[in-house]
Every structure is written in C-alpha cells, then in structure tokens.
C-alpha cells in the first residue's frame, strides 16, 4: 500500500538553492515530508543507515564537494537496498556528457535547475506527479530529460 505522504530528499551543496527547492515544494499540493542534505557524502552516509526510511524520490545536485551527485547515483543504483528509489538529477549543468552520464548510470529523470520560481513550482509538480514506475520499466532518452 502506497504511504499517504512522499518522502523526499534533495542533496544539494548550495544553500540558497535548498531554500529555494523547498519553498517551491511548499506550494506544490501534495503531502509529503522532506530533509536534505549539504552535499553527496551526507546523504550516502544517511541512506546506509538500516533504520533510516528510505525516500520516495531523491533530487541529486550533480556538483558537490566530498561526493558528487554522479557518484552517489553511482552507489545508489549497485546497492540492493537503495536501487529502486527513483533519482532525479537536479543541476545547473545543461553538458550533454553529464546528461548521459547520468541517464546511463539509472537516473530517472534530468532537470535543469530554473531560475524561475514558478518554473520550479511546475517542474517539482510534474515530477513528483509522473508515473515512476513507467520511467523506471521502460527508460526512454526522449522523456529523460525534463524541460519547459
């Protein structure tokens, strides 16, 4: 039985844009509870603790100091615990290199960080509105990447 609130982190080393996510998830109507985390080695550690509730979606910063979002989505997706949380990479970085990379390595989904308040609000709606499971089964570069 699916929980009646989402669990979400966002692992991201730049405070004002952690402040800005969850303002944006504040307006977004839907339940759900949220932590995060000031870079990838932090939430790794986090993840890896057995009494820990996992999430239901974690938004990954690709560049963090100590443990990129790469890496984490790396770990993430060769641990049996851990692979089947749904990953959406949340960066500044429009690199194709790092859009495949990501994409070859299990991301769910790639999201351009906006500037945007309201841009953000709709982007953070579709995603945690999309039906993961279709993403997870059948990924498709076409609906990769997740722009506006």
Same mark, same amino acid.
């Given at each position: 039985?699916?929980?009646?609130?989402?669990?979400?982190?966002?692992?991201?080393?730049?405070?004002?844009? =952690?402040?800005?996510? *969850?303002?944006?998830?504040?307006? /977004?109507? &839907?339940?759900?509870?949220? +932590?995060?985390?000031? !870079?990838? #080695?932090?939430?790794?550690?986090?993840?890896?603790?057995?009494?820990?509730?996992?999430?239901?979606?974690?938004?990954?910063?690709?560049?963090?100091?100590?443990?990129?979002?790469?890496?984490?989505?790396?770990?993430? =997706?060769?641990?049996? *615990?851990?692979?089947?949380?749904? /990953?959406? &990479?949340?960066?500044?970085? +429009?690199?194709?290199? !790092?859009? #495949?990379?990501?994409?070859?390595?299990?991301?769910?989904?790639?999201?351009?960080?906006?500037?945007?308040?309201?841009?953000?609000?709709?982007?953070?709606?579709?995603?945690?509105?999309?039906?993961?499971?279709?993403?997870?089964?059948?990924?498709?570069?076409?609906?990769?990447?997740?722009?506006?």
């Amino acid at each position: 039985m699916r929980p009646t609130s989402l669990y979400i982190m966002l692992a991201d080393d730049d405070e004002d844009d =952690r402040l800005f996510f *969850r303002e944006a998830f504040e307006e /977004v109507k &839907i339940n759900y509870e949220f +932590s995060t985390f000031n !870079d990838g #080695e932090q939430l790794m550690d986090h993840l890896y603790e057995p009494e820990n509730q996992l999430p239901d979606i974690i938004f990954l910063d690709l560049n963090m100091p100590r443990k990129s979002g790469l890496e984490c989505l790396r770990e993430i =997706r060769s641990d049996e *615990r851990l692979k089947k949380i749904s /990953v959406a &990479i949340y960066s500044t970085s +429009s690199s194709e290199q !790092d859009i #495949e990379d990501t994409f070859v390595s299990g991301a769910n989904v790639y999201i351009k960080k906006p500037n945007d308040f309201n841009m953000l609000k709709k982007i953070l709606s579709d995603v945690v509105h999309i039906n993961w499971q279709y993403i997870t089964d059948g990924l498709n570069k076409d609906s990769f990447i997740l722009s506006l």
